[in-house]
Each structure stands twice: as structure tokens, then as C-alpha cells.
């Protein structure tokens, strides 16, 4: 259980009475709009009273009860008490905030008798040492309320900024009359953004004001209502730690100042002093939640969702109650109708073949390569054979797929006639649209078209035997060809002589000339290929991935990065400095593909799996890369306003994994995850947090489709502990382990787990799940997955969605395997295929496949990017 927060609001109870009192004018205003002002009151107490802040939480539960009291003598009470019941809710509530008030006020009593007696010593104390040591300094000032805002602004000598983080909808309806207000949307409020960032998404009357910041004297903060110090990844906190942490290019003449309550408070209390006096919030976050307890996220055992449950939505064919038809029709009335399910047949029957001609192509093309004479050399020739490998696997793979969906459109086909005989069951009858000439004409051209692609189905098997006979035959000892072939594994064409990492080692400072080796050629930019240096195409997917990460790739094409380099860490900012080459090589636009040679030669310094030339993990080397990349960044102090005891424990955890810096890299891309533990006896909770730079889920073993969904949801639900001795009740009852998130990223890396050990073989042997997982490219909403106790301090994060930008992809088997990237090209608004050294462009339908390995997901704002 967190502490409780130092007293800041009065010295005693009779001066905290003093802050209860209500504006004057509010007993004109409307009931309803009064009601919406007490729910929000309701909401701000119950937030402070989860954070213990005693006063803060008195003073609004005195508030809401006041209103209260004015709400029930109101002239229009009796014409809308139905109304009013419905928005302010059941008597039994407000007794029990009678009662924590009660409790509250009693506790605060003590409290200030005991720091008045404290205060009397510390200043018997200071009156000792201030002969000694001369004035003491007092507590820098960072709020401000409505009254002072309001002197503020009419002080003509003053210069000042005012900075609304409100929406841009709130803004739009009423702002406060003063010429210097720049509206920054919550929406571009979340953590990675910058101040630039900011800049470049704002429109250009705002740009104007936001570039003022630098020379005025005063900026003060401000969002709708946050009372005290907002809570972190709110819009406001994330406002103040862009400014203080992300803003290199200014500094500030004095601390920013937070208007306490907010534009709500101002406009309670100075309504002629907005633009629209009458003005109610559009986002008023209204929740039936309540967490009466710190720290306890379930109060209810039955509020878990267990991970057996995880799949019981998965898609399948439903079983038909023919004792209930109602129920059983209504499980149809979202069904596609016939001729959208043939429409798409016929669709992937056109790409089915199509797919099935290019395998034709690539096989021809890889046996004339076989029959190349020996004056071709080895090398040359080993690179085409792996290519033309490398294809085969990502076509077959799609070829597998199509064939799976199109066993999936025929059984909606017969849902869709079990669908027909039952609405004909139920007496309803058949429109004549529905039979139509235009249906028997489709089923017979997708019948065709199936005929044809098994004829060349056929011939694509005889083809493959034929090769196979042919490869036989060549096999045998007197073709001079095999000893060729054993003398490939011996030849290394990527490694550099020793002397060169030898250089490397003794002169780590020194800077290093790059060799990309590019093939020139205008294309767009971030459309730059990456050569395959032997079998290095794990590498190149995710060094693609991160190229089209956004801001990311900014943050390195810009150079800003240098401002934050490590030279003190184990890498001493070489990774740092190699990705920044690579990613700008990429955004030249001069290049149609380069060689990342540098790059691997310093990443295989620190980890020697990597500069071989056996194939990797892109997993492995992205968990790694990401590390390394944080701490070569890992230069900026994270800033608190109180001791570590004070802070809540997810926040005490983060800054303790980090130890008290921070980097760009981890503000993009590392989250939080909340791990409790329930005693199923008492109830009691314990918790503890660890930072994560991806989630890794596992896959159905007995399912060849299944959604993200279904995958997080195993994640995250809760599983039974049997063997659970509970300190505090001293029982062996069990208990329940549930993961929560507790600090979203911005970039959400999501990773399947498709490898695993084969548990009947005899040693170690891995096998590849070839599960088709089915995931968004747009709204992904993970709200769900949120830490209850996170949802009520910041209601925005229920509104967070995430879209995808790109996949890392894997082809094959553990012996034989291939990677590749798909992503979202933000400045073309495209999808494209990035296959090593090749870069083509990709039909979004295409993205879902069972070759997905790794998902990049973000939720920064998709706003114009900068001119890199």
C-alpha cells in the first residue's frame, strides 16, 4: 500500500472547511448540468482517495455533498427527479461518502496536531541554523489557482504563454480571452512525442504561438480539471515531461506553472473571462468504477477471466440447436450474404493462380540455374540458388494460406445454406435476389478457375518430381559438379580479415569509414533494399521494421540522437551510431538497396551469434538491438517532485529498472506489465512490476487459426496457483496470478512464440507452429488488458488505439527458414514487401499471413511527417 501524500492544502481543519465552498452563481445553472459537475467532483475525490491524498480527497467529497444539497433544493428537482436519480445514482453511495468523509476528517485532525507540534520544533530548529547558514530557500512554486490566473493575466507587464492541452474540441467551443493560449490536443500527448514533434503537427497559426515559448517569461500548463499534480501518462504530465526532458532547442527562464482544477475551474469561477461562458466539457469521463481500496485491482475473484477461457470465441463452425430457432438464427444475422462470399472466392481464385504460376516460374528458374556451365562461379551461383529459395518458401507459404481461406469460404458457404433452410424452417421466405442467374454464373466461373489451378497444380508436382530425378541422377560420384558443392559451406564471402576487427577494438573513438556498397537508383525514400551478407535477412526485416518506426527513424535521419549519446555504457554509443548510418542510408532515396556491413561487424563485437554467417533469431537480435539502443541513449535524468517512499510502486519500479535516466528509445517503445498474485482465501494482493520491450504470446497448439485477440487474452487472463502459501491469512487455499498492464508504450512490439522444443523427441529438437493468426491493421484496442487501478487514474488510456506499421515475417522451418518485412511506408501511405535487397509494393490484404513473427504497432498520431 502506497503512503500517505504530505499535507499541502491547509494547517488545520477549520482553514480546510474554508476550500469546501462552492462559486456563487452555481444555483443558476441548470440541474442536469449541476449533476455532470458532481460526478466529476465524485471522480477527482475517488482518484485522490485511491492516491491518499487525504485533503485533496476531503475537500472534493465536501464539494460533491454540497452540490449535492443544492441539487435536491433546486426549482426544476421535482420536474427531472428521474433523470437526476439516473445521473447521480443510488442513495447507498452517497452514505458511504458521508462515512469516508467522517473517517477522512478524523485522520486529517490528527495529522495536522501532529505536524503543528513537528513545525513548532523544525522552526525552533531553522531559528538555530539561520545564524549559520543564512536564508533558507523555500519550496519552488508549480501551481496556480483560478484567482492568481486571472492576475496574471490582466498584469500587462508580464509576458506570459498559456498552454491548453484540452482537445481540440473543447478548445474550439471556449477558451480563456487572452491572446497568448496555444492549444496542444491531448490527442498528440503521448509519451515518445517531442517538442519538434509537437511543432510539426500543429497547424500554423499555433505554430506561431508554440514557437514563442522560448522568450516568454512564464508558461503556465492546463488541461479541464486536474486538481494537484496529474498523474503520469496523463495528457498534462506527458505535456510538462516533453517540455522538461524533449524541448532541446529552448530553455526555460523559470518553472511552468499548472493551473489547479484546470479551464473547468477558471470558467466555475471566471466565466466572463471565456469565450463561451455556458461552455460544457464534450469529454467528460464518467465511470461506474470504483476501487474503494488501494492497490487491490479485483475486489471480486469472479471479476478474473481465466486463461481457460482464452479461446472459447475462436472462430469454428456453431453447433445448431434445432430446439431453438430464434437462437439459432440470430447466430446468422451478421453472416456475409452468398454473393459477397463468392465474390471473394473468385478473388482469391485469381490470385491462386496467378501465385501458383510464379512457383511454376521460380522452380524453372532455379533448375536453369543448376544447369549453369562451370565457368560460373560458386559464389555468384550460391547466391542466385538462395534467392531463388528464399522465393520459393514465401510463395509456397502463400499458396498454403489461400488454400486454407478457401476452405474457410466454402464452409461460410454452407453456413450460409444452413442459414436458408433454417429461415425456411421458420417460415420466412427466400427473396428471389438471392437465386439469381448472377449466383450460378459466379459458382460456375469459381469452378473453372478451380479446375484450372489444379491443372497447374498438377504440373507443378510433375515439374518438382522431375527435378527431383534429375537431382538424383547429378548425384551420383562420377559428375564432377559434387565436389563444387562441397566446397560452398567452406567459403565465407562476408567475413573480414581479423586485422580489421582488430582495428576495432584498439581504436573504438575513432570515426569509422562506412562502405555500403549501395546500387544506385532513384526510388522513394525509406524504399532502400538491404543486401544479404549470408544468411542475414533476420537482420534486415528488422532492421526495416525500425526504419519505418515513426519518430524513430526521425530521431536518427535528424541526428538528434547525438545529443543524447552514452560513451560511458558497454557499446559506447557505437550501436546507436551504426542504426543512425543505416536508417539514413535508407531515407536517402539514392539507393535502390545498400549493405549494412558496419552494423554487423559491431553488433557481432558484443554478441558473436550475430557477425557469423549462420541464420538468427530476429526476435533475439531485436530484444537485443533494442537494449542496446536504450543505453547507448541513456542520458536523461528522470525528474520527481518527491521522494522515491511517496511515489506509487509501478512508478517507484519504473525509475529503479532504469536507474533514474531515461532514453528516447524507452520512452518510444518500453511499457510496463503488473504482475498479481490473489490469495483465493483472503483476497489479499501482492504485486510486483517489470518493464517490457515486447510481448512475447504463445499460439494454440490445437488450432490452425486463431486472432490476436485470443492471444493476448492467454496472456493476460489469470491462471490458478495451487501450491500457494498466503502470509497474511497463513492458508494453502491457492491463489489466482494475473498480468495487467501498468505503463503503455507508444510502440507496441507484439511477438508470437512459433518455435518450440518437440517434447516426444529424444534430444532437442525444435518444430515451428504454422498458426494463421488474423490481427488488425487499424484500432487495435487493448484497454482491456489495463490495470483497472491505471483506467481510473487516466481515463484517457480506454481510448488509446493502436495501428500497424510492420511485420516481421518468417518463412520455412527451423533448418530452413527465410525473413522478410512488411511496413507501412508513412510518407507514400503505402504497404510494401522489403525481401533483403528488393523492395516492392504490397496490397494490404496480403499483410495477415501465417508467416507473421513479430507485429509493430503504434498509437503516436498520424499527422504530416517532417521533411527528413
Not at 500527448?189 to 499555433?206: E, F, N, Y
Not at 558496419?598 to 558484443?606: A, D, E, S
Not at 484497454?783 to 520455412?812: F, T
Request: proline letters at 3%; one cysteine or more.
Amino acid at each position: 500500500m502506497s503512503r500517505l501524500k504530505p499535507i499541502h492544502r491547509a494547517t488545520n481543519l477549520g482553514a480546510l472547511k474554508e476550500l469546501y465552498s462552492l462559486p456563487k452563481n452555481i444555483e443558476g445553472k441548470k440541474v442536469l448540468v449541476l449533476c455532470q459537475s458532481a460526478n466529476k467532483l465524485k471522480q477527482h475525490a475517488h482518484m485522490f482517495y485511491l492516491e491518499r491524498d487525504e485533503e485533496e480527497a476531503c475537500i472534493c467529497y465536501m464539494k460533491y455533498l454540497n452540490l449535492i444539497d443544492i441539487i435536491h433544493k433546486h426549482h426544476e428537482y421535482a420536474d427531472k427527479k428521474r433523470n437526476i436519480v439516473q445521473a447521480l445514482g443510488s442513495n447507498s453511495e452517497i452514505v458511504s461518502i458521508y462515512e469516508k468523509v467522517e473517517k477522512l476528517q478524523d485522520s486529517l485532525e490528527k495529522r495536522y496536531a501532529s505536524s503543528c507540534a513537528q513545525n513548532e520544533r523544525e522552526q525552533n530548529k531553522m531559528r538555530n541554523l539561520q545564524d549559520h547558514i543564512g536564508p533558507i530557500i523555500s519550496h519552488v512554486k508549480d501551481t496556480i489557482d483560478a484567482k492568481e490566473l486571472l492576475e496574471m493575466i490582466s498584469n500587462p507587464a508580464l509576458s506570459m504563454l498559456i498552454v491548453d492541452c484540452r482537445s481540440d474540441r473543447d478548445f474550439e467551443d471556449s477558451r480563456i480571452k487572452y491572446a497568448f493560449v496555444v492549444n496542444v490536443p491531448e490527442s498528440l500527448l503521448v509519451p515518445g512525442m517531442t517538442a519538434g514533434k509537437i511543432h510539426h503537427a500543429l497547424p500554423q497559426d499555433s505554430k506561431q504561438l508554440w514557437t514563442c515559448r522560448g522568450v516568454k517569461e512564464q508558461l503556465v500548463l492546463m488541461d479541464n480539471g486536474t486538481q494537484g499534480a496529474p498523474h503520469k501518462d496523463t495528457p498534462l504530465w506527458v505535456l510538462e515531461d516533453i517540455l522538461k526532458k524533449w524541448d532541446h532547442d529552448v530553455v526555460y527562464k523559470k518553472p511552468f506553472l499548472r493551473v489547479n482544477g484546470g479551464f473547468l475551474n477558471f470558467l466555475l469561477h471566471y466565466p466572463a473571462y471565456c469565450t463561451n461562458p455556458k461552455y460544457t466539457t464534450s469529454t467528460m469521463d464518467q465511470t461506474d468504477e470504483y476501487y474503494p481500496l488501494d492497490d487491490i485491482e479485483y475486489p471480486n475473484i469472479s471479476d478474473i477471466r481465466m486463461k481457460d477461457d482464452s479461446f472459447e470465441s475462436q472462430t469454428g463452425r456453431p453447433a445448431i440447436d434445432r430446439n431453438s430457432k430464434a437462437a439459432a438464427l440470430s447466430k446468422y444475422q451478421t453472416a456475409q450474404t452468398k454473393l459477397e462470399i463468392l465474390d471473394q472466392q473468385d478473388k482469391l481464385m485469381d490470385k491462386s493462380i496467378q501465385n501458383i504460376k510464379e512457383i511454376i516460374m521460380a522452380e524453372d528458374e532455379l533448375a536453369q540455374i543448376n544447369e549453369k556451365e562451370d565457368h560460373v562461379a560458386d559464389d555468384e551461383k550460391d547466391e542466385n540458388l538462395q534467392h531463388i529459395k528464399n522465393k520459393l518458401l514465401v510463395l509456397t507459404t502463400k499458396h498454403d494460406d489461400m488454400i486454407q481461406e478457401n476452405n474457410e469460404l466454402k464452409e461460410q458457404l454452407e453456413l450460409y445454406k444452413e442459414k436458408e433452410r433454417l429461415r425456411e424452417e421458420a417460415g420466412e421466405l427466400i427473396s428471389a435476389q438471392e437465386g439469381t442467374r448472377y449466383e450460378e454464373l459466379a459458382q460456375r466461373r469459381i469452378q473453372e478457375k478451380e479446375e484450372r489451378r489444379a491443372r497447374l497444380e498438377q504440373e507443378r508436382i510433375e515439374l518438382e518430381r522431375k527435378a527431383k530425378l534429375k537431382e538424383a541422377y547429378e548425384k551420383k560420384p562420377q559428375i564432377s559438379k559434387e565436389n563444387r558443392i562441397e566446397r560452398i559451406p567452406q567459403f565465407d564471402r562476408t567475413a573480414k580479415p581479423s586485422g580489421i576487427l582488430s582495428d576495432y577494438n584498439h581504436n573504438v573513438q575513432r570515426e569509422v569509414q562506412r562502405d555500403f556498397a549501395p546500387v544506385y537508383g532513384s526510388v522513394g525514400r525509406g524504399l532502400t533494399g538491404l543486401k544479404n551478407l549470408g544468411n542475414t535477412c533476420y537482420m534486415n526485416s528488422i532492421l526495416q521494421c525500425l526504419s519505418n518506426t515513426t519518430f524513430l527513424n526521425e530521431y536518427f535521419v535528424e541526428e538528434q540522437f547525438k545529443q543524447n549519446l552514452n560513451r560511458n555504457n558497454k557499446t559506447q554509443g557505437r550501436i546507436a551510431e551504426e542504426v543512425a548510418a543505416v536508417i539514413k542510408a535508407l531515407w536517402t532515396g539514392q539507393y535502390k538497396c545498400i549493405a549494412s556491413k558496419n552494423l554487423r561487424f559491431v553488433v557481432g563485437q558484443y554478441e558473436r551469434q550475430f557477425g557469423g554467417i549462420e541464420q538468427q533469431d530476429s526476435h533475439e537480435l531485436l530484444t537485443i538491438l533494442m537494449d542496446w539502443l536504450h543505453s547507448d541513449l541513456q542520458t536523461v535524468p528522470i525528474q520527481i517532485d518527491t521522494s522515491l517512499e511517496n511515489l506509487p510502486a509501478s512508478e517507484r519500479a519504473w525509475i529503479e529498472y532504469f536507474k533514474g535516466k531515461e532514453s528516447y528509445v524507452a520512452q518510444l517503445s518500453y511499457g510496463q506489465i503488473k504482475s498479481m498474485v490473489k490469495c483465493v482465501g483472503c483476497g489479499k494482493e501482492s504485486s510486483t512490476y517489470e518493464s517490457f520491450s515486447s510481448l512475447s504470446l504463445e499460439l494454440p497448439s490445437d488450432a490452425n487459426r486463431c486472432n490476436l485477440s485470443n492471444c493476448l487474452d492467454m496472456y493476460f487472463n489469470g491462471e490458478r496457483i495451487m501450491d500457494w502459501h498466503c502470509a497474511h491469512c497463513k492458508s494453502n487455499k491457492g491463489a489466482i496470478k494475473k498480468l495487467d498492464i501498468s505503463r503503455l508504450p507508444s510502440i507496441l512490439v507484439i511477438h508470437f512464440k512459433r518455435f518450440y522444443a518437440d517434447p516426444d523427441a529424444l534430444s532437442t529438437v525444435y518444430k515451428k507452429k504454422q498458426n494463421y493468426v488474423t490481427f488488425p491493421l487499424t484500432d487495435l484496442d487493448i484497454s482491456r488488458y489495463i490495470a483497472p487501478s491505471e483506467k481510473i487514474r487516466n481515463q484517457k488510456l480506454k481510448s488509446r488505439r493502436y495501428h500497424l506499421y510492420g511485420v516481421s515475417n518468417h518463412y520455412g522451418s527451423m533448418e530452413s527458414g527465410h525473413y522478410t518485412a512488411f511496413c507501412r511506408n508513412k510518407l507514400h501511405n503505402k504497404w510494401y514487401k522489403y525481401d533483403d535487397h528488393t523492395v516492392s509494393s504490397l496490397d494490404k490484404s496480403d499483410v495477415c499471413s501465417s508467416a507473421a513473427y513479430i507485429l509493430f504497432y503504434s498509437v503516436l498520431p498520424e499527422g504530416n511527417p517532417s521533411d527528413m
